[in-house]
């Protein structure tokens, strides 16, 4: 199907730009969107489009991604206690069982919002809500992330004070935003740390790197939404003012983190 730039109509624009639709939907950033249209991977009205800025209704108008059609659906927001075991990708080839699949059917097509790898449990959030996914993940936005580290061996404050400066990884250099020992037990501790960046299984590798190995690890806090008492495996949908919370800090970044300090980088992938 031939490529089409839409006429410059004299009636002012209406709609969305198809770019933000697509990233609402889930299918990446704007700036990832933007290259698909550019590719000529969505139709608009049975129509490859490939001009960008191009305004649409997906209310009144058909928009398909490599031959799949968009819907427009209600924003869906869902809480996970991830357990161990279970894979963070909406896709696995090896059968594993994912996190979207804790939520029933009827919740609609979601997304994670980051990832925690197999081993490790805690907060997952699941949405359809492109737009507050993607910003927070972004590294323009900082959010940060919180998690309980129990490690062997009982770190020297040296440790934690390099956490702090940081430490170099294979992707360059990582650091922690803040780190505290919350509880003390016999062969070990455990940390409240703070992350606003991505790399990925960042902790583990951080805390190797510097003799210490973790045991366990959960993600405790996504910005102001907490994990709470919620058991292992169970989800629950986010409340309309947990909703706003995480929309105000999106968009504020570092400004609106409840520890109070500035960051510059992202809190995404694994830890």
């Given at each position: 199907m031939?490529?089409v730039?839409?006429?410059?109509?004299?009636?002012?624009p209406?709609?969305?730009?198809?770019?933000k639709?697509?990233?609402?939907a889930?299918?990446?950033?704007?700036r990832?969107?933007?290259?698909?249209?550019?590719e000529g991977r969505?139709?608009?009205?049975?129509q490859?489009v490939t001009?960008?800025?191009?305004r649409?209704?997906l209310?009144?108008?058909e928009?398909r991604?490599?031959?799949?059609?968009?819907?427009?659906e209600r924003p869906?927001?869902y809480l996970?206690?991830k357990?161990?075991?279970?894979?963070?990708t909406?896709?696995d080839?090896?059968g594993?069982p994912r996190?979207?699949?804790?939520?029933?059917?009827?919740?609609?097509?979601l997304?994670?919002?980051?990832?925690l790898?197999?081993?490790?449990?805690?907060?997952?959030?699941?949405t359809?809500?492109?737009?507050?996914?993607?910003?927070?993940?972004?590294p323009r936005y900082?959010?940060q992330k919180?998690?309980?580290?129990?490690?062997v061996g009982?770190p020297?404050?040296?440790v934690?004070?390099?956490?702090?400066?940081?430490?170099?990884?294979?992707?360059?250099?990582?650091?922690?935003?803040?780190?505290?020992?919350?509880?003390?037990?016999?062969?070990?501790?455990?940390l409240?740390m703070v992350?606003?960046?991505?790399?990925?299984?960042?902790?583990r590798?951080?805390m190797a790197?510097?003799?210490?190995?973790?045991q366990?690890?959960?993600?405790?806090?996504?910005?102001?939404?907490r994990?709470g008492?919620?058991p292992?495996?169970a989800?629950r949908?986010?409340?309309?003012?947990e909703?706003?919370?995480l929309?105000?800090?999106?968009?504020?970044?570092s400004?609106?983190?409840?520890?109070?300090v500035?960051n510059?980088?992202?809190?995404?992938?694994?830890a």
């Amino acid at each position: 199907m031939p490529a089409v730039n839409r006429p410059i109509s004299s009636e002012p624009p209406t709609g969305e730009r198809l770019q933000k639709v697509l990233a609402a939907a889930g299918l990446g950033s704007r700036r990832e969107c933007e290259t698909f249209i550019q590719e000529g991977r969505v139709e608009v009205d049975r129509q490859v489009v490939t001009q960008l800025g191009t305004r649409v209704d997906l209310s009144c108008q058909e928009i398909r991604f490599d031959g799949e059609t968009l819907t427009a659906e209600r924003p869906a927001y869902y809480l996970v206690h991830k357990p161990t075991g279970v894979v963070s990708t909406n896709s696995d080839p090896a059968g594993r069982p994912r996190v979207v699949d804790l939520v029933p059917p009827s919740a609609g097509r979601l997304f994670t919002v980051g990832r925690l790898d197999m081993n490790s449990t805690g907060l997952i959030l699941l949405t359809n809500d492109g737009e507050l996914a993607n910003r927070l993940m972004h590294p323009r936005y900082g959010v940060q992330k919180t998690y309980h580290v129990q490690v062997v061996g009982h770190p020297e404050p040296a440790v934690l004070k390099q956490l702090r400066r940081g430490v170099h990884l294979a992707e360059g250099h990582a650091k922690v935003v803040s780190v505290r020992i919350k509880s003390r037990r016999k062969q070990g501790v455990i940390l409240e740390m703070v992350l606003d960046e991505g790399k990925n299984r960042e902790i583990r590798r951080l805390m190797a790197r510097l003799g210490h190995r973790v045991q366990r690890l959960v993600r405790v806090a996504i910005g102001p939404l907490r994990l709470g008492d919620i058991p292992v495996g169970a989800y629950r949908s986010l409340d309309p003012n947990e909703v706003r919370a995480l929309k105000k800090t999106a968009s504020q970044g570092s400004q609106s983190n409840p520890t109070g300090v500035r960051n510059k980088h992202s809190a995404g992938k694994r830890a």
